[in-house]
Nanobody, 124 residues
Framework: QVQLVESGGGLVQAGGSLRLSCAVA?????????MGWFRQAPGKEREFVAV???????YYADFVKGRFTISRDNGEKMVYLQMNSLKPEDTAVYYC?????????????????WGQGTRVTVSS
């Protein structure tokens, strides 16, 4: 069983930055996982934000390109989402997700494990 714990959310003004972290506890090789970040805004469906594959390839949703950066530390079993130039529309609960096949991309159903989420609120 894989457990994911997000942290780093909070309240920030528009234009500010936050760094989200996801700690991964598992008995298998984390370096083989694909790791994704998703978010769910109030009243909206959960949507894809970013993914980093086992090989280090990164892919982003169009609305975060150039502002957010996903990274991973395989030794520490951590995934990060650096969020810069935040906008009020970035307000959401952010979820970390893991796929132990390493093949997941931008579709929620591809991921096997999910964290509980961390709330990000961006004020205008």
């Amino acid at each position: 069983q894989v457990q994911l714990v997000e942290s780093g959310g909070g309240l920030v003004q528009a234009g500010g930055s936050l760094r989200l972290s996801c700690a991964v506890a598992s008995g298998r090789s984390f370096s083989n996982y694909a790791m994704g970040w998703f978010r769910q805004a109030p009243g909206k469906e959960r949507e894809f934000v970013a993914v980093i594959t086992w090989s280090g390839y990164r892919y982003y949703a169009d609305f975060v390109k150039g502002r957010f950066t996903i990274s991973r530390d395989n030794g520490e079993k951590m995934v990060y989402l650096q969020m810069n130039s935040l906008k009020p529309e970035d307000t959401a609960v952010y979820y970390c997700a893991a796929d132990d096949s390493g093949r997941a991309y931008s579709t929620q159903g591809e991921y096997d494990y999910w964290g509980q989420g961390t709330r990000v609120t961006v004020s205008s």
